[in-house]
């Protein structure tokens, strides 16, 4: 399928649903007290519960239970005070139980919303429910699915809380899923109830799209696509669904409600299996565990306790500190990297010029979006602004500043130590530039000739020259202005 | 009462491989017995809650607090087929 | 047939057993090779034992001696023989569940109740026969092998614990765990004349018992006499944060409560438990029970339970339908069978599982899904569990007028093995004992007389949520002023 050709003939509008699965930042799993560390030798974080051995009964996880209120009052919803789970059975060698213990009927929330920014404006996209669940084994088949002979199957993963949301179908293209999965995930980060690693598996997302005729009010058949990966991928793969329906719509086809798997490598989705006959999962409510009544007060001390959320934070960085959008977009990137940045700012008040430092040099260092890097840095906040104050006070110029950063990143030492140390305190005495600046004008004819000329630009060249005999340390300014007045007296 | 593609199907969704005289059997036996249960359609049940728990208990949970797992040998003692760290299964085809 | 004038180490009930230990004139080893003596000698007929453990039986009565000596013992429990139902998980234990699907299954970890016997220093004889996956009424369908009642070896024990309450009818262990959901504990009982108890549903923890239906099961213990059962619930009660549904209630001291005095408690005869096809021994023998009760000075009235009928219906759509949901983790992947040859996943856990269950539990299993699936949740599942509330309420409203409720456990006594093939007739058998079940009230049975032909015939005491106490005083009262005990099977 050649998804280059000659593009689709009538006008369709595209509605796409993302459900998202994200493993819980707790500390043991959702019905038992194994531990939920990634990368652990397979089959070796289990115990009679998370394995279904015949006898065992699950316990529910209280962190998970707050996590997931925590994160639907962040989206606005409707926590439901009472809430039960069920038993979803399906056959499948990475769920243990051949049930997996989930909610249905009376999950923990309801009808929330997420605003997203699109083509330069804010669109708000309804979050239809959110309920727990637990995550089921890891399968690992010797070649592909399609062509093993057997799987193999490590159940440490079988059991890790999920927190599942399904959004309503109201996203309109390719670039507004991949911009509500960023948004989704950025405030699950900064509740710290998932890390959001998509490569690791611990952000999942599902997406149903369909296409329809512009105007038309019913919804087109709704296609699943699967192994979503990252957000490129669910852009590039619900770009190439578009084309793809809208190619068959076009030829008269029958679009198959059905799952697909995207293939990265490959650029393009394939079948995986007809959802038109649709799983029976005979749901009953489980009965090993007993319904749950949260109480007013525990829901609101978690809505009192919740942290400013990424928008919020972005709206006031423009507002209180008076920052250009594009550099709070930058700084509220993750919850470290703002934290980091009003710190800094508690110590050096000046919002634009610590913005433009952790922009364009502590960001060459560390990924903005690495949490743990950024508060881990030897490079702290209040470093920073010690740098900065240096700069301020003249003490250092800026070129000399991001040599001593380079500096103090590596070796973890503050400014005035490494200036101290190597030297670098920037030359402001009167007397020894007037006699530096005379040396180079009387070795340097013909700049100042041209100069008299006319040519302004030379006066660029000698103070480049006084700057060279100084090793960059002069002031500037300080330059300029000896410069300008010797200059003008010869 | 319930007919032989009632049994196949239920018996394919409970994974259970049933013989020709099984399933004959089966539909037979259970027809009656549906037929028996039936009677529960006599009972006026408007207005009345479903029992899912004999006790009335609410928010039982626990501290989470991480717990002795099971050594890697114990967890895989009871394979059918294990190959290393892992259990293994046969091929699987999508259903 | 009379006992002796002194009985044998292997007739005294727990308490004796436990006196004799104190006083020194038997050890925990003596009584414990005695048991394993007379198992070799007479379980090939009877049928009780799916496994003996022989070596750790020893090595635990060892133990127990040694705290005798020293002066220390645990408790009321210290040294006695138990045998232990194969459908509780047992560490290092063979651990069948009466199924073929099992076979080979070793569980890595105890059942709550096994743990606290085994901490109250009870020796574990071994694990007993049982209907496979607890679902039956007669032991017959057992994957492994047919139990017999020790009053007459043609006839069936009872079931599912029906190997449970053989063992202690046969004198092969003291006491017996067994587990109740229609009825397994109590029928057995009344079929082999021992006592069976019933906790609530919450009291004992369900940890490590395999489950069969989860709403409906209960663990209960098999004994000879009622002062045991007491014994036996003080010990394995009690919350346990493994169970959701264990219930934080205190547990009080049972054995306290069998003061023997039933003056002032009213008791409910309900009159849908004395149907006209009923055995007429049986009938007859209740009466009887009844009538003993008032000259004890109970109070009795008639009351009537009018959803006894539809009991059946209700426990015959919620168990299958709970029990197929949790039997669909035998699959052949990570335990027990796993029939080779299979061209790919589904096909090997097919045949798995039709070469691992029996006809029953398959039968179970294909109503049970029936039950819950689409389209169908409603008419069965669903209704099921709002004529279960009324079923409750059944209780709840004979419970303010009276105490107790005093009934048959059972509409006849031991049938024949074999004569109970057609599955519906089979289900009849729980009339009386599903009700308990449904509403997870504490229920009683105890020997209250015999048929003609010398068959045990049970009494049935039913109490109130938590009321074990009042429950067991009333059994043990009418137990002491009647001297059904004397009797014993010979094998």
Redesign the interface.
């Known amino acids: 399928m050649n998804a280059r050709s000659a593009p689709a003939t009538k006008s369709y509008e595209t509605v796409i649903g993302l459900e998202v699965h994200a493993q819980l930042l707790t500390r043991s799993k959702m019905f038992c007290g194994c531990p939920t560390s990634f990368g652990a030798a397979p089959n070796t974080q289990t115990c009679p519960v998370c394995l279904g051995m015949p006898g065992v009964l699950p316990v529910i996880n209280r962190s998970a239970i707050e996590f997931s209120v925590k994160t639907a009052l962040a989206f606005g919803c409707r926590v439901n005070r009472a809430c039960r789970f069920a038993r979803k059975h399906y056959y499948y060698p990475d769920m243990p139980k051949n049930y997996q213990i989930s909610q249905y009927e009376e999950p923990l929330a309801e009808e929330g919303w997420l605003e997203i920014e699109v083509g330069g404006g804010v669109k708000r996209i309804g979050i239809q429910r959110l309920h727990l669940e637990e995550d089921v084994g890891k399968l690992v088949h010797e070649g592909t699915l399609e062509t093993a002979h057997a799987s193999l199957v490590d159940y440490n993963r079988a059991g890790v809380p999920l927190m599942e949301t399904v959004s309503k179908p109201e996203l309109c293209s390719p670039e507004e899923a991949a911009a509500y999965l960023r948004a989704f995930r950025a405030v699950l980060v900064y509740l710290g109830v998932c890390d959001g690693n998509m490569e690791e598996g611990s952000l999942r997302c599902d997406a149903n799209i369909s296409l329809r005729e512009r105007g038309a009010k019913e919804l087109g058949t709704k296609v699943e696509i699967k192994n979503l990966n990252s957000f490129r991928n669910v852009q590039r793969a619900l770009e190439f669904e578009v084309e793809r329906q809208a190619r068959a719509l076009d030829a008269g086809e029958r679009i198959v409600q059905e799952t697909r798997l995207w293939d990265a490598d490959r650029g393009y989705t394939r079948s995986m299996r007809s959802k038109e006959y649709a799983h029976d999962y005979r749901y009953f409510p489980e009965p090993d565990l007993v319904p749950l009544e949260l109480e007013p007060s525990f829901i609101a001390e978690i809505q009192a306790n919740l942290p400013e959320l990424p928008r919020a934070r972005r709206q006031r960085f423009v507002s209180q500190h008076g920052l250009p959008p594009y550099d709070a977009d930058v700084l509220t990137q993750s919850r470290a990297l703002a934290e980091y940045f009003e710190a800094a700012v508690r110590d050096f008040p000046n919002a634009k010029v610590v913005s433009n430092w952790v922009m364009s040099e502590l960001l060459r260092v560390l990924p903005g979006d690495d949490e743990a890097a950024i508060r881990a840095t030897k490079l702290t906040p209040l470093r920073l602004a010690g740098l900065l104050t240096l700069i301020d006070d003249g003490t250092i110029s800026g070129k000399i500043a991001k040599d001593v950063f380079e500096k103090m990143f590596r070796s973890g030492d503050d400014a005035a130590s490494i200036v101290k140390r190597e030297g670098l305190t920037q030359v402001a005495d009167t007397g020894a530039l007037e006699r530096i600046v005379d040396d180079v004008l009387a070795a340097n004819p013909r700049p100042v000739d041209d100069f008299k000329k006319g040519r302004s630009a030379a006066k660029g060249a000698l103070v480049g020259l006084v700057m060279k005999a100084t090793q960059g340390k002069a002031n500037p300014g300080l330059v300029n202005s000896i410069l300008e007045e010797k200059l003008s007296k010869a | 009462m319930i007919g032989d593609k009632d049994v196949e199907h239920v018996a394919r969704l409970a994974r259970l491989a049933l013989t020709e005289s099984e399933r004959a059997r089966m539909r037979e036996q259970l027809s009656a017995i549906l037929q028996y249960i039936d009677k529960l359609k006599a009972v006026d049940v408007e207005g009345v809650e479903p029992t899912s728990h004999a006790v009335p208990l609410l928010n039982v949970m626990r501290d989470d607090e991480p717990a002795p797992c099971l050594p890697q040998s114990e967890a895989l003692a009871n394979a059918p087929d294990r190959v290393g760290e892992f259990f293994r299964v046969p091929r699987i085809i999508e259903d | 047939m009379k006992t002796d004038a002194k009985p044998h180490l292997t007739q005294l009930t727990i308490h004796e057993l436990v006196d004799a230990y104190r006083a020194g004139s038997t050890t925990p080893t003596a009584a414990t090779e005695a048991y394993l003596a007379r198992i070799a000698a007479h379980d090939d007929k009877v049928g009780g034992y799916l496994t003996v453990t022989r070596e750790e039986a020893l090595a635990q009565a060892h133990a127990a001696d040694e705290r005798y000596r020293k002066g220390i013992p645990r408790g009321p429990l210290d040294g006695a023989p138990f045998a232990i139902k194969d459908v509780?998980?047992t560490r290092g234990i063979r651990?069948t569940?009466g199924s073929k699907i099992?076979d080979?299954?070793?569980?890595?970890?105890d059942?709550t109740v096994v743990t606290k016997l085994k901490e109250a220093g009870a020796v574990v004889l071994g694990k007993t026969n049982m209907d496979e996956f607890a679902m039956g009424s007669s032991t017959e369908h057992s994957g492994f092998k047919l139990t017999r009642n020790p009053w007459d070896l043609a006839r069936v024990p009872g079931g599912s614990s029906g190997g449970s309450a053989a063992a202690v009818a046969g004198d092969l262990a003291v006491a017996a765990l067994g587990t109740d959901t229609g009825g397994s504990v109590r029928q057995p009982a009344a079929f082999c004349g021992v006592v069976g108890l019933k906790p609530t549903?919450?009291r004992v923890s369900?940890?490590?018992?395999?489950?069969f239906a989860?709403?409906?099961d209960h663990v209960g213990p098999l004994t000879r006499d009622v002062q045991d059962a007491a014994l036996v619930l003080e010990t394995i009660a009690g919350l346990d944060?493994?169970?959701?549904?264990s219930?934080p209630e205190a547990v009080p001291h049972y054995a306290a409560a069998l003061t023997g005095d039933v003056r002032g408690i009213k008791i409910g005869v309900p009159k849908e438990y004395f149907t006209p096809g009923m055995d007429a021994d049986v009938q007859r023998s209740v009466r009887e029970a009844i009538a003993a009760l008032e000259k004890l000075g109970a109070a009795t009235e008639e009351i009537s339970l009018p959803m006894t009928?539809?009991g059946?219906?209700?426990y015959?759509?919620i168990a299958p339908?709970?029990a197929?949901?949790n039997l669909?983790?035998y699959?052949?992947?990570?335990?027990?069978?796993?029939v080779p040859g299979?061209?790919?996943?589904?096909?090997?856990?097919?045949?798995t599982?039709?070469a691992g269950?029996g006809?029953e539990v398959?039968?179970r299993?294909?109503?049970g899904?029936?039950a819950?699936?689409?389209g169908y949740?409603d008419a069965?599942?669903?209704?099921?569990?709002?004529?279960?509330?009324?079923v409750?309420r059944d209780f709840e409203r004979a419970f303010a007028r009276v105490d107790l409720i005093v009934a048959p456990t059972t509409p006849g006594v031991a049938f024949r093995h074999g004569e109970r093939e057609d599955?519906?007739s089979m289900?009849l058998n729980d009339v009386f004992t599903v009700g308990a079940d449904?509403?997870?009230l504490p229920g009683i049975s105890v020997r209250c007389g015999f048929s003609a032909a010398g068959l045990p015939i049970g009494l049935q005491v039913i109490g109130r949520a938590f009321d074990e106490s009042r429950v067991l005083r009333v059994a043990h009262a009418y137990e002491r002023a009647t001297s059904w005990l004397e009797k014993r099977p010979q094998l």
Request: charged letters at 20%.
């Open positions: 509780f998980c651990t569940c099992l080979g299954f070793v569980p890595p970890y059942a549903y919450g369900r940890y490590g018992l395999v489950a989860s709403s409906l944060p493994h169970d959701s549904t219930v009928d539809y059946i219906a209700v015959y759509i339908a709970e197929s949901s669909a983790r699959d052949g992947v990570k335990y027990g069978l796993r299979g061209k790919d996943l589904i096909d090997m856990v097919s045949r599982r039709a269950f006809a398959k039968r299993i294909v109503l899904t029936y819950l699936s689409a949740y069965y599942y669903g209704r099921a569990q709002k004529v279960r509330t009324l409750r599955p519906l289900y449904l509403a997870g």
